[in-house]
C-alpha cells in the first residue's frame, strides 16, 4: 500500500529542511542585521557584532527547527489521516509555530509581520480567483495605488499620534528619517552617510567637512 505522505523518506525531508532553514535563516538574517547595525546600532563595536551574532543565531536555529518539526509533524498526520490535504499543512503550521515563535522577541515579531502582510495579499487574491469576492475592474486597476496611500498614511499618522505602538525598528527607522532630519550641525548632514564618511576620512586624515 502507498504512503499517503507525499515525502519520499519522512526522516530525510526534515533533516534536510532543518538545514536548509538553518541555512537560510542565517543568510537572510546576518545581512539584514549588519544593516540595521550601522544605521541605528548603539553601543561600541563588540556590542553591535553580538548583536548581529544573537539575531542571526535566534533567526537561523528557530527557521531549521520549525522547518523540521512541521515537516515531521506533517508526515504524521498525514499518514493518520490517509491523505494529503491542506488542512494537514494548517495543522501542522499551528502546533509548530507555537513552540518555535510564539514568543515574542524582535525578530519573531519581524518574522511574522512579514508573514502576515503576504498572507493578506495571498488570502484576497485567493478569494478573487475562487470569484468569492466579484470582479471588480476598477478596484483590480486602482487596488495597489488604494493599498499604498492607506498604509502610508495609517502609518505616518501612528507616528504621529503614538510611536510607541509602532514596531521598535521602524520608529527607530522613522524617527531617522522625520526627526533627526529636524537637526543639524554642519555640512555633513546633508551629505547621504555624511557621519560616516567623515569618521572614515577623518581617521585616514583624508577630508574634514
Known amino acids: 500500500m502507498n504512503s499517503p505522505c507525499l515525502h519520499e523518506n519522512c526522516g530525510k525531508s526534515a533533516v534536510k529542511g532543518l538545514a536548509s ?10 545581512t539584514h542585521s549588519i544593516v540595521i547595525s550601522a544605521l541605528f546600532g548603539k553601543g561600541n563595536l563588540k556590542k553591535r557584532v553580538l548583536q548581529i551574532i544573537k539575531n542571526t543565531t535566534e533567526h537561523s536555529k528557530n527557521l531549521g527547527v520549525y522547518v523540521f518539526i ?5 508526515c504524521f498526520i498525514t499518514k493518520i ?5 491542506p488542512g494537514n499543512s494548517a495543522m501542522s503550521g499551528l502546533i509548530s509555530s507555537y ?14 509581520l512579514y508573514l502576515f502582510s503576504r498572507i493578506l495579499t495571498g488570502s484576497t487574491k485567493l478569494l478573487y480567483a475562487r470569484k ?6 476598477w478596484l483590480e486597476k486602482w487596488s ?11 502609518v505616518m499618522y501612528l507616528f504621529e499620534k503614538d510611536k510607541t505602538c ?14 533627526d532630519s529636524e537637526k543639524w550641525k554642519g555640512v555633513v548632514d546633508f551629505i547621504p552617510f555624511g557621519e560616516s564618511l567623515q569618521t572614515y576620512f577623518g581617521k585616514l586624515g583624508l577630508i574634514k567637512f
Not at 489521516?81 to 490535504?85: I, L, N, V
Not at 513552540?99 to 511574522?112: A, C, D, G, L, Y
Not at 495597489?144 to 498604509?151: E, G, K, S, V, Y
Not at 509602532?166 to 526627526?179: E, G, I
Open 70 to 74: 512541521y515537516k515531521s509533524l506533517l
Open 132 to 137: 468569492i469576492i466579484p470582479a471588480m475592474p
Open 21 to 30: 532553514g538553518l541555512g537560510y535563516g542565517a543568510k537572510v538574517r546576518f
Open 99 to 112: 513552540f518555535i515563535f510564539s514568543k515574542e522577541t524582535p525578530v519573531n515579531s519581524q518574522i511574522t
Open 81 to 85: 489521516r490517509g491523505k494529503a490535504a
Open 166 to 179: 509602532l514596531q521598535s525598528s521602524l520608529a527607530s527607522s522613522m524617527d531617522f528619517l522625520y526627526v
Open 144 to 154: 495597489f495605488a488604494l493599498l499604498t496611500i492607506f498604509c502610508w498614511a495609517s
